[in-house]
């Protein structure tokens, strides 16, 4: 997913690889959508993965409207 829009996404050059973080945190936004994919709650990644669960639902929120906005289309 491309999370170039996203305020709580961060890449950052040499941390994990550059790949797409939360913001001050080394957790992949990827992983963060994936675990919600297999049916986790919010409040659940929030807590596996030591995240606000704000951030979490901030970042879920971006990535529906990513994935409806490219559907319609």
Do not use: Q
Request: hydrophobic share 40%.
């Amino acid at each position: 997913m491309d999370w170039s829009g996203s305020d709580i996404v961060e890449v950052v050059p040499g941390k994990v690889s550059g790949v797409p973080l939360i913001k001050n945190t080394r957790v992949p936004a990827d992983t963060v959508l994936e675990s919600a994919e297999l049916g986790e709650s919010p409040g659940d990644i929030a807590f596996n993965y030591d995240l606000c669960v704000e951030d979490v639902r901030a970042l879920l929120e971006y990535a529906n409207h990513r994935l409806t906005g490219a559907s319609s289309r």
